[in-house]
């Protein structure tokens, strides 16, 4: 079935286009949404006059969605995840947390269902995202996914002062050990003296 465009149809086309589409889908979606109607000779005949307009007002679109990817592409947006072992996150990032993170980062306001995430973003690091501004008008963009309240872990020690620190371990395990023998062997002393206090005591005649 052939309709005339009124708007955009991602992959399609845009005003003024004429289509061909299935019928259920002109007839449950497209024609019902106002997103195009019928090609018929009367809509045809009124299209050829009207087409003036319609290039200067797609002129229009075209330079501004050209500002808009001006605006993003090349940009990077950082998102904080929570994250699992070996960089894994806990579920993904999805088009509603890039088009917030695009807001707020950006101050640019994204449509979500324009966000291309090229399948669920599941790791830490740097991704590379698609932004389908207007017909053939893209953006890139990077989102860098970080642990979320993750902080940047304390550097190693050098080799040198972790030498210089391992006979200071040992130095202090030596120590102890000889503080819990002297400890043992003080115990076993007392016990003595009290058994043989006890056998002096039997030993005693009664009064």
Do not use: C, W
Not at 58 to 72: C, W
């Amino acid at each position: 079935m052939k309709v005339i465009l009124t708007q955009e149809l991602k992959g399609r086309g845009g005003e003024g286009d004429v289509i061909d589409v299935a019928r259920g889908f002109a007839v449950n979606y497209l024609l019902p949404r106002r997103i195009a109607i019928e090609a018929t000779p009367g809509n045809l005949k009124q299209l050829e006059q009207r087409m003036h307009n319609i290039k200067k007002r797609e002129d229009a679109r075209l330079g501004d969605a050209s500002s808009f990817a001006e605006a993003l592409d090349g940009k990077t947006v950082t998102i904080a995840a929570k994250v699992g072992e070996e960089g894994r996150l806990f579920g993904s990032v999805t088009s509603v947390m890039v088009q917030e993170a695009i807001l707020d980062q950006l101050g640019v306001d994204v449509d979500r269902r324009k966000i291309e995430t090229h399948g669920h973003i599941k790791d830490v690091g740097p991704h590379v995202v698609d932004i389908a501004i207007y017909r053939e008008v893209k953006a890139q963009l990077t989102v860098e996914v970080v642990a979320e309240g993750g902080a940047p872990s304390a550097p190693a020690a050098p080799a040198a002062e972790v030498a210089a620190e391992e006979p200071v371990a040992a130095e202090l395990e030596a120590d102890e050990a000889e503080v819990a023998e002297a400890e043992t062997e003080d115990a076993a002393q007392a016990t003595e003296v009290a058994e043989a206090d006890d056998a002096e005591a039997l030993d005693e005649p009664a009064e």
